[in-house]
């Protein structure tokens, strides 16, 4: 009863949100981040926290602000995805480079994290390529069914993170783009790397895809700017041919993948989902 209320629920939501001017609806977002914040604000103890780690020069007046811009970005970005639709990538720029990435006729992994607008990117590349998600089932089966509706726009394939490897390495060998979101803390499954001057834990799918197959690895984020509109770039993740083995690989890839998501998030740092436990478990507490 409760899944089928929150799937039918979310559906009218997205019904009315689609039918309103896109400005409406982002004011409406922004409003919304801030009730959030005030009244109900689910993780902010863990949002805080990670805040402090990453910008540990920042006073407490200027830490609160730009909780509070992280809380209206992320409402703002959830108005966008549940009124999301064929045409939703049309207000996405896209730059020189990354269409010649993109014109590739091999696969491509993708590295991408909750930063900007992740879940416009994979509707946004069907315009290029054929592509395939590996997504996580949420707990809810109504709302879990609603977020594969609006992901599964414009033809992308979804694959669940518990699904076999070799679905996974049969999208990218057969000329997809695989989309990665690795930004989760992995715990004991994945390999550390520095960021922002502490440990986290990376998840090794893109290492493991790029180990078996030799497929190039991209990093890249669908950035919103001042007037709402959004920019998404590519940027090559190279990785030294002299390393062979696969730990070695895994360590390379996600290092240097956690040294560009850093810097990018420097530059819109209200644009990161701050909500996620990053880094150990300990911090929190």
């Not at 590295?111 to 879940?119: L, R, S």
């Not at 069914?145 to 694959?159: A, D, M, S, T, Y």
């Not at 390379?252 to 150990?280: C, T």
């Amino acid at each position: 009863m409760k899944n089928s209320f929150t799937f039918l629920a979310l559906k009218f939501l997205s019904k009315i949100f689609k039918y309103l001017p896109r400005k409406l609806s982002i004011r409406i977002g922004y409003t919304l981040g801030k009730l959030i914040y005030l009244i109900f604000p689910k993780r902010k103890l863990v949002a805080a926290t990670n805040l402090k780690i990453a910008f540990p020069n920042l006073n407490q007046l200027e830490l609160e602000n730009l909780l509070k811009k992280t809380y209206c970005n992320f409402s703002i970005m959830a108005t966008e995805f549940i009124r999301q639709n064929i045409n939703s990538y049309k207000k996405v720029h896209i730059d020189y480079e990354t269409k010649k990435i993109l014109e590739s006729k091999s696969g491509i992994i993708l590295m991408t994290a909750h930063f900007g607008n992740w879940e416009l990117i994979p509707s946004t590349l069907t315009r290029f390529k054929k592509i395939a998600i590996v997504v996580k089932i949420q707990k809810n089966f109504g709302g879990d069914k609603f977020i594969q509706n609006q992901r599964k726009i414009n033809g992308v394939e979804l694959i669940s993170m518990k699904d076999s490897k070799i679905k996974m390495l049969n999208a990218i060998i057969n000329g997809k783009i695989l989309g990665l979101a690795s930004d989760q803390n992995a715990k004991h499954k994945g390999t550390d790397s520095l960021f922002f001057n502490k440990q986290v834990s990376v998840p090794k799918g893109a290492g493991y895809f790029h180990f078996k197959t030799k497929i190039p690895i991209v990093v890249g984020f669908c950035i919103m700017n001042d007037d709402f509109s959004y920019n998404f770039k590519l940027k090559p993740l190279l990785v030294d041919k002299k390393i062979k083995d696969f730990d070695g690989i895994c360590n390379m890839v996600n290092s240097e993948y956690s040294r560009i998501l850093e810097e990018e998030i420097k530059l819109h740092p209200e644009q990161y989902f701050w909500f996620h436990k990053k880094w150990n478990k300990e911090i929190y507490k």
